[in-house]
């Protein structure tokens, strides 16, 4: 059970490690969907994006016995590089496994934390395997990438910084992938500003949130495909009973409507994003009779994106 | 004579019309430059770029007989925008005289703003004969693009935004086109942090401001080329006076380098600008010499770039 006393906690923990990133608004970009929008920029957070939130909270609370054979984690992008900052915050080492198909850009900002990565094959059980490998060898603590408390209180902070900054909020969007992020925003929401209503938005290509939440029954992503590669992680049980409990809808988006959702964005906020940080404005152009008069709070994720394979 | 009093009074008169843009600022870049870095992101400004800071402090002192035939102006970029923007909030009419070499992004933009829009051939010649004509069909006030005083204070606006927020600054940088943000700049270092010291980019291809600063005699551009297509321009007198006065240094790049210093900025600041905005952080890493362990403020000029042609 995480009370609102976890989430001011982690939020001490973690302040003086992390950004307290700006919100944006567009006059253009409101009057395209019809409403007050503000964007919370995550891809200006350290490492690009909301993660070292989570990863940093975690390993706040580890012992220096805990900490002294290092932290280590499988990642294919940005919780990897969080892991990675947490462990050079504390003079620790970080081992990553990724898959051999990860961004370039990811595995380089990983390297560049001074993290250890050792490759594997692109799927769940290559990356669970072989970190088991990795952690048999080091006796490093693993850091998940989103099914713990921890990492939900820390992701929670977001949403917090934004009820701090901004009042009054009909909704506040973000992005669902393995649910952390999510299930942190519903929390906050429920303790610092009850009034406002938290709606997810998730890829078409890896709506295994969307089925879950609609049947009540935790269902794997199968063969996910989408452009928005920080949302092929399927969703964890302690993430989805909160979402059950505090998130009110989860809608899909296509990664046409995401790439579209995308552009705008550079073109008139001028921010760099990965298409993840789309899905939430896609949303509120799709459904715009929800939105519609109303202030609206959207997290944009991250901004880890190839800037060579821009789909624009 | 623009006095300290004078750029209180624009700051004042156009403040609830412009955003107070966000200061980012990165540690890989920090590390990258081995100085301490503060980036004015006027890319997000209103319209994308510094310009409405002079133009809408302009039009603020014009009487209502003034105001009711329009504001005109001629430009290829972003001084269009400002002055459809200011006509806008003014509820009056803007006529812009581009050239057809205009980006299209740009174009749009300014008739987004609601603006009437005259085409005419790429040289100075046919935009004020062609801005002539505009004037003499609708006695609209021409708002010049940076060789003014009310164009100056405004632009001045910005660095004083900086020093308000950053202090013990040891460098201001902007890039130098036409001079009005480099010259409200300077005065405003003058005036509000008279220890910081003013030091402007200018693209190779358009180095009439760096050699009319060198002979002390203003030399207009003769075929400018470069990608920075927002520094075309030449030098105007009045900007030119007060930039011999203020200005300790004007350094060139290479459009190699400002390619360079732009995609370091969308990798690890997250921010969409245009290519005269990268040129400060380009002589910031051609120049590290100066620099070095120094506190440098960068003045990101503006973000109106057509996404389908970045240089990477």
């Known amino acids: 059970m995480i009370s609102k006393k976890h989430i001011e906690n982690a939020h001490l923990r973690i302040q003086s490690h992390i950004h307290n990133t700006p919100i944006l608004t567009s006059s253009k970009l409101n009057a395209l969907a019809g409403a007050e929008l503000f964007f919370k920029c995550e891809n200006f957070q350290k490492v690009g994006a909301f993660k070292p939130r989570g990863a940093i909270n975690f390993a706040l609370q580890l012992t220096q016995e805990e900490l ?28 990553i496994v990724m898959p051999e198909t990860a961004p370039e850009v990811k595995v380089l900002a990983t390297k560049g934390y001074g993290a250890i990565v050792t490759f594997c094959a692109p799927n769940l059980q290559a990356r669970e395997e072989t970190l088991a490998q990795v952690q048999q060898k080091t006796n490093a603590v693993f850091i998940p990438p989103y099914n713990h408390e ?53 890829p078409e290509g890896a709506d295994d949130a969307y089925r879950s939440f609609l049947s009540g029954i935790l269902v794997p992503s199968e063969n996910p495909k989408t452009i928005a590669d920080g949302l092929l992680t399927s969703l964890g049980p302690i993430n989805f009973e909160l979402i059950k409990k505090h998130v009110s809808e989860i809608n899909l988006v296509t990664d046409e409507e995401i790439i579209h959702a995308m552009k705008l964005i550079y073109l008139h906020l001028k921010v760099v994003i990965e298409p993840s940080s789309a899905t939430v404005f896609a949303m509120v152009l799709k459904r715009k009779e929800i939105f519609k008069g109303k202030r609206v709070a959207l997290i944009l994720s991250g901004g880890n994106v190839d800037l060579a394979k821009l789909p624009f």
């Open 68 to 95: 002294k054979n290092g932290l280590c984690t499988h990642s294919s992008g940005n919780h990897a590089q969080a892991v990675s900052l947490a462990a050079q915050l504390l003079n620790t080492s970080a081992y």
């Open 150 to 202: 921890w990492i939900i209180e820390g992701q929670a902070t977001c949403a917090k910084e934004i009820f701090e900054e901004v009042n009054h909020l009909d909704y506040l969007l973000t992005p669902v992938g393995g649910g952390g992020l999510l299930a942190g925003s519903a929390l906050a929401a429920n303790y610092f500003s009850p009034k406002t209503t938290v709606v997810a938005a998730e």
